[in-house]
């Protein structure tokens, strides 16, 4: 088979479309034929190697897509031909990946497959963080960062659905209209966002801040009312600074990290969440916006225009 592969860390040039080995499928994994492939800052993270990766060179990165099962090697519940995704399993940049049974997702008839690798690792992990990180709760000003982002666009949606209002942030007019049109109920540029968001809310601060971004965690901070929640779940900005737990408890703030990998603890976990993203998805009451996709081969393309930032909602890699 083919995949996208690097043998040392580094920037674009590090990336290789190549003949690898087909994998062979150890007891309780079955082999699925990728028909899409989500990319993810994650994926970035590998290739730098600021994040742990399995295996020894040549390296293979992603976690996350859909497909059909190849060869069932042996299991019950699917035969080949079958539609099926996963949110984390690795080496996913690949035509071909061997899949634990329990990380298996199948797939309703009304969520395609490059539906399913659009949402499902991006999706559950704004699930998590509006229902478990901090169950948001009816009335509560949240505010989003990188809200025209994977993650955001349907962060902001899930707050929403939840009863919350919801500032956006994002980095130019053009994403502040798309996160306007998703329901967000303000949408403050990067410039300057701080004193936008205490204009907005009159000096009081906001309740809960999503911060993906990192960087900017300090005024995320600053930005939110005594007793409130900020959430630090990502570092597509770099990485934050050091936060004085003398500041936190003098204004009686709560500081938490969220990784999805601890919310994915079983097949029952991923069925249960996965099911309700895929009910609110049929239902329109979560809307998934059109992808961009590049050919698995053209890897370093798909990498170079995350990495621009100036894309907005998913990067589907296609083999």
């Known amino acids: 088979m083919r995949a996208l592969t690097f043998s040392s860390f580094g920037g674009l040039e590090v990336l290789e479309y190549r003949e690898v080995a087909d994998p062979v499928p150890q007891r309780g994994e079955l082999l699925v034929k990728m028909t899409a492939i989500g990319l993810n800052f994650a994926d970035i993270y590998r ?3 600021n994040y742990h990766l399995k295996g020894s060179p040549p390296f293979i990165a ?12 042996g299991s019950s519940e699917l035969r080949s031909g079958d539609r099926v995704a996963f949110a984390d399993v690795p080496f996913a940049n690949a035509e071909i990946v061997a899949v634990p049974l329990d990380h298996i997702i199948p797939l309703p008839e009304h ?4 539906l399913a690798a659009s949402l499902l690792l991006q999706g559950l992990t704004a699930h998590y963080l509006a229902t ?6 009816d009335g509560e ?12 666009l349907l962060l902001v949606q899930i707050c929403k659905l939840l009863g919350a209002m919801v500032i956006g942030v994002t980095s130019s007019p053009t994403k502040k209209a798309i996160v306007e049109t998703i329901g967000a109920d303000a949408v403050v540029l990067t410039e300057d966002w701080t004193r936008a968001v205490t204009e907005l809310t009159e000096g009081r601060g906001v309740d809960v801040v999503y911060d993906g971004v990192g960087s900017t965690l300090t005024k995320s901070l600053q930005v939110t009312r005594n007793g409130g929640h900020v959430i630090f779940y990502g570092m597509s900005g770099g990485d934050p ?19 999805l990998w601890h919310y994915l603890s079983s097949r029952d976990e991923r069925m249960r969440r996965a099911t309700v993203l895929f009910d609110w998805v049929h239902s329109k009451k979560l809307s998934i916006g059109s992808s961009t996709t590049f050919a698995l081969s053209d890897g370093r393309s798909a990498h170079e225009f995350l990495e ?5 909602g998913k990067i589907l890699l296609i083999p």
């Open 62 to 73: 992603g976690y996350e897509g859909a497909g059909e099962v190849l060869d069932p090697n």
């Open 308 to 312: 621009s930032r100036r894309s907005t």
């Open 111 to 114: 969520i395609s497959d490059r």
């Open 132 to 137: 478990d990180s901090h169950p948001i709760r």
């Open 47 to 49: 290739r730098r190697g």
């Open 241 to 259: 600074e050091p936060v004085d737990p003398r500041m936190l408890m003098d204004r009686s703030l709560t500081l938490s990290g969220g990784d």
């Open 141 to 152: 000003v949240v505010l989003v960062h990188a809200a025209a982002g994977g993650v955001g």
